[in-house]
C-alpha cells in the first residue's frame, strides 16, 4: 500500500522560502517509470500541478514558477522535498504530494497524501 | 502551454441521473487524460487514466471515453457519495502538467 504525507510550516511570512517534505512508503522513487510530484490548491480554487521528480533524477517545473522551485529526493530515506523561494500571499495554498505513475499509454498522479495548508501572511 | 477546460463549470443532479461532464484540450493530447474526484477537504482521487482506463477500486458507473482534444466523464447512475468536484488532468506536455478548472456536481 502506497502512503504519502506533507509536512512543513503552516505558516510563513511573505519573503521567506517555504520547505516541504513528503515521506512516502509502499515504492521506491529508484523504480523505473515512477516519480513523485507536487501539486497545490489556493482555498475555493482549482488544483495547480507544481513540479516532478522522475525516478532517474530528471526534474520538471511549472514554468511560472522555475525560478522559485527546486525539486529533491532522498531516495533511501524515502523523501521527496519541495523549497519555493520569496513566499507571497498568493502561494496560500493546500500543499499535496502524490505518487506518479507512467506507462506508454499514459501518466497519472496517484494516491495522493493528505495535503498541508500553508498560509503566507505576516 | 496545452490549456484544459471543462464544461459545465458545474451541475445539479438527482441521484439515479447520468451525468456527462466533458473536457477539452487546446491542442490534441491523444490519450493522456486523467479524471480526478475531489470531496471537499480532502485530497483529489484518480478515477480514470489514459482517457478510459478504470483506477483500481473505482466503481464502474465511472467511465472515461475520447482523444485527441475532447474527452468525456460519464457517471451512470448517479450515487450519494458521488457529489464532488471533478477535474482532469492532461500528461501529454512532460514538461508541463494541466489541470481543468473543475466541475462541480451538486444535489438537486
Known amino acids: 500500500q502506497i502512503t504519502l504525507r506533507e509536512s512543513g510550516p503552516t505558516l510563513v511570512k511573505p519573503t521567506q522560502t517555504l520547505t516541504l517534505t513528503c515521506t512516502f512508503s509502499?515504492?521506491?522513487?529508484?523504480?523505473?517509470?515512477?516519480?513523485l510530484g507536487w501539486i497545490r490548491q489556493p482555498p475555493g480554487q482549482a488544483l495547480e500541478w507544481l513540479a516532478l521528480i522522475y525516478w532517474n533524477d530528471d526534474k520538471r517545473y511549472r514554468p511560472s514558477l522555475e525560478s522559485r522551485l527546486t525539486i529533491t529526493k532522498d531516495a533511501p530515506k524515502n523523501q521527496v522535498v519541495l523549497t519555493m523561494t520569496n513566499m507571497d500571499p498568493v502561494d496560500t495554498a493546500t500543499y499535496y504530494c502524490?505518487?506518479?505513475?507512467?506507462?506508454?499509454?499514459?501518466?497519472?498522479?496517484?494516491?495522493w497524501g493528505q495535503g498541508t495548508l500553508v498560509t503566507v501572511s505576516s | 502551454d496545452i490549456q484544459m477546460t471543462q464544461s459545465p463549470s458545474s451541475l445539479s443532479a438527482s441521484v439515479g441521473d447520468r451525468v456527462t461532464i466533458t473536457c477539452r484540450a487546446s491542442?490534441?493530447?491523444?490519450?493522456?487524460l486523467n479524471w480526478y474526484q475531489q470531496k471537499p477537504g480532502k485530497a483529489p482521487k484518480l478515477l480514470i487514466y489514459?482517457?478510459?482506463s478504470l483506477q483500481s477500486g473505482v466503481p464502474s458507473r465511472f467511465s472515461g471515453s475520447g482523444s485527441g482534444t475532447d474527452f468525456t466523464l460519464t457517471i451512470s447512475g448517479l450515487q450519494p457519495e458521488d457529489f464532488a468536484t471533478y477535474y482532469c488532468?492532461?500528461?501529454?506536455?512532460?514538461?508541463?502538467?494541466?489541470f481543468g478548472p473543475g466541475t462541480k456536481v451538486e444535489i438537486k
Open positions: 488532468q492532461q500528461t501529454y506536455s512532460t514538461l508541463f502538467f494541466t
Open positions: 509502499g515504492f521506491s522513487l529508484s523504480t523505473p517509470m515512477l516519480g
Open positions: 489514459a482517457a478510459s
Open positions: 491542442q490534441g493530447i491523444s490519450t493522456f
Open positions: 502524490a505518487h506518479f505513475r507512467a506507462i506508454p499509454a499514459g501518466r497519472w498522479f496517484d494516491p
